[in-house]
C-alpha cells in the first residue's frame, strides 16, 4: 500500500492551495482518509478527515471554516483545500488511511509520506 500526497509548496498568507492524495494497494471506498500535519519542533497534529463515503468530515478547530476535505471515489483521490493560509499552517501535511475517520493517529492503517507547504507572511 502506498499513499502519496502532493500538492504542497510555498504561497503568501491569504493564498490557497489544494493538496491531492492517491492510495495506490488498497480498496480506497472502503477507508477513511485523514490529514495531519507537523511543523518543525512540533508534534504531528490531526487536520482533517473524511469518511470513506465522503458523507461526513471532520475538522480541527484551527482550520474550520479556511479548509475543506473531500474525496472522489471514482478517482480514487483525496483531496484537502486550504484557503485563507496562514504562517502558523506551515507544516509538511500527511494523508492517511484507516477504517475510521477519525482525529487519533493511531487508529490509521496505512501513511504517506508527506508534502511540505510554507506559508509567507
Known amino acids: 500500500v502506498q499513499l502519496q500526497a502532493s500538492g504542497g509548496g510555498l504561497v503568501q498568507a491569504g493564498g490557497s492551495l489544494r493538496l491531492s492524495c492517491a492510495p495506490s494497494?488498497?480498496?480506497?471506498?472502503?477507508?477513511?482518509l485523514g490529514w495531519f500535519r507537523q511543523a518543525a519542533r512540533s508534534e504531528r497534529e490531526f487536520v482533517a478527515a473524511?469518511?470513506?463515503?465522503?458523507?461526513?468530515?471532520y475538522y480541527a478547530e484551527p482550520v474550520k471554516g479556511r479548509f475543506t476535505v473531500s474525496r472522489d471515489n471514482a478517482k480514487s483521490t483525496a483531496y484537502l483545500q486550504m484557503n485563507n493560509l496562514k504562517p502558523e499552517d506551515t507544516a509538511v501535511y500527511f494523508c492517511?488511511?484507516?477504517?475510521?475517520?477519525?482525529?487519533?493517529?493511531?487508529?490509521?492503517?496505512?501513511w504517506g509520506q508527506g508534502t511540505l507547504v510554507t506559508v509567507s507572511s
Open positions: 492517511a488511511a484507516g477504517r475510521l475517520a477519525v482525529k487519533d493517529a493511531s487508529v490509521y492503517d496505512y
Open positions: 494497494g488498497l480498496s480506497f471506498s472502503d477507508y477513511g
Open positions: 473524511v469518511t470513506w463515503s465522503g458523507g461526513s468530515t
